[in-house]
């Protein structure tokens, strides 16, 4: 890791790379105090961060895709927001919209990889007969890769979720319930329960039966993971609008290609 850095960090834009060792230093900062509380799960995530850190780094020099400079800012804080605030520093629970804000950043970040993986086939200088695709079909391939990204990430949630036993889709508290599986008769008929004040949840530890008592109703995820998919078509959505203009006008429009890889070759 430090070879690699040490080799390929000086080619890169100076406020790249400030930004890059500054949240580094954050990241060894966090890692020893999690070391010191033997936090090791904390600790593996302070790896991970490491690790993804280097991805913009490995992208541009390895597949010669030039990532702008306003990208590569975005994706390290990106990075550091989601695993080392949100996952260690709990800014998930602490703040509602946490998760909310990073999904539909994550949509749009995922629209402009989506957006520059045609737009690049679309202007190759190298091609005898380069593509040319008409703006509406680019920016829909672009919110259908991101769509597909953010679905995917789901999936990964969920099966994270039943396998270890984890709670990446967040639990919440809900208040109204409506239910098929309430009706008595067995029909196909909803039953609504507003105004849940509370629920008990029994459950054996130990071989002693336990209760817990919560206001409202639990909320096994499936909020949480439509409302990520929602923020995901906003953010998705809204690149795919700003890479349609883009098409259209280049030079009116040039800010967003500060959001939008190019080839190197």
Known sequence: MHKFIKENIKEFDKKTIIVYLTLRLLVFIVMIIQILHRNWEAVFLCFLTLFLFLVPFFIDKKFKIDLPTPLEIIILLFIFAAE?????????????????????????????IGFSLIDILNESKHKKKPFKLSPVYVALVAFCFSMTIGVLWEFFEYGVDKVMKYDMQKDKIVYNVSSVLLNENGENVPVILEDISSTTIYYEENGEVKEENIKGYLD???????????????????????????????????????????SKE
């Open 220 to 262: 096994i995820g499936l909020n949480d993971t439509m409302e990520d998919l929602l923020v995901n078509f906003i953010g998705a959505f809204t690149f795919s609008v700003f890479g349609y203009l883009y098409i259209k006008n280049r030079e009116k429009y040039k800010l967003v290609e500060g959001f939008i890889p190019k």
């Open 84 to 112: 080392i605030l949100g996952e260690i520093q709990n800014f998930y629970g602490i703040f509602p919209y946490w998760d909310m804000l990073l999904h539909t950043l994550n949509g749009f970040l995922c629209g402009a």
